[in-house]
T-cell receptor, first 106, second 118 residues
Framework: DTAVSQTPKYLVTQMGNDKSIKCEQN?????MYWYKQDSKKFLKIMFS???????INETVPNRFSPKSPDKAHLNLHINSLELGDSAVYFC?????FGPGTRLLVL | GNSVTQMEGPVTLSEEAFLTINCTYT??????LFWYVQYPGEGLQLLLK?????DKGSNKGFEATYRKETTSFHLEKGSVQVSDSAVYFC?????????????????FGKGTLLTVNP
């Protein structure tokens, strides 16, 4: 079984739209993370979420919001998408990463 | 704050050559150290890790030793293969005292692109 899964794998959308990326884990950890990988492959943490409490928000615009319906899920909602949001977004639990979602904003 | 510096790429080697990718870090406390590999078009795979000084992580012929005195975690492989071509990331997690367990907020280096030619 995959420890950390994400959907969709690819997401192509227009500027101004609102979209969500889903993440699910079966490791039983309390804390989940979202990372962003830019076009130069640089990885940076966006959020850490623990038991419905946001722990870290590393200067991410408030158009991005994590939502956790339960302990096994941490979804990333993005409002009013901009061209600069195009990137690969990774969900992570402990040291394990999901497969990534490649977001392209046109 | 924490930071990770790894050697600039790209690195191009012939098959069966020896590989070293340098990684040094700056951190408070006692970080854990990681190497990740990202194959073209794919996600991040944990390659190896070390959680305390002098630990050696190893996997798939790759090795790295946690050197606290030099704040380094260099990645090595004795004989690379074409299939090792990928981007390699060095990372650390800030394991703060009193965090109630593991804190896996990861700080990454910029990545090193390795190309191995037949």
């Amino acid at each position: 079984d995959t420890a950390v899964s994400q959907t969709p794998k690819y997401l192509v959308t227009q500027m101004g739209n609102d979209k969500s990326i889903k993440c699910e884990q079966n490791l039983g950890h309390d804390t989940m993370y979202w990372y962003k990988q830019d076009s130069k492959k640089f990885l940076k943490i966006m959020f850490s979420y623990n038991n419905k409490e946001l722990i870290i928000n590393e200067t991410v615009p408030n158009r991005f919001s994590p939502k956790s319906p339960d302990k096994a899920h941490l979804n990333l909602h993005i409002n009013s998408l901009e061209l600069g949001d195009s990137a690969v977004y990774f969900c992570a639990v402990a040291q394990y990463f999901g497969p990534g979602t490649r977001l392209l904003v046109l | 704050g924490n930071s990770v510096t790894q050697m600039e790429g790209p690195v191009t080697l012939s098959e069966e050559a020896f590989l070293t990718i340098n990684c040094t870090y700056t951190a408070t406390g006692y970080p854990s150290l990681f190497w990740y590999v990202q194959y073209p078009g794919e996600g991040l795979q944990l390659l190896l890790k070390a959680t305390k000084a002098d630990d050696k992580g190893s996997n798939k012929g790759f090795e790295a030793t946690y050197r606290k005195e030099t704040t380094s975690f260099h990645l090595e492989k004795g004989s690379v293969q074409v299939s090792d071509s990928a981007v390699y990331f060095c990372a650390l997690s800030d394991r703060r005292a009193g965090s109630g367990g593991s804190n896996y907020k990861l700080t990454f280096g910029k990545g090193t692109l390795l190309t191995v030619n037949p």
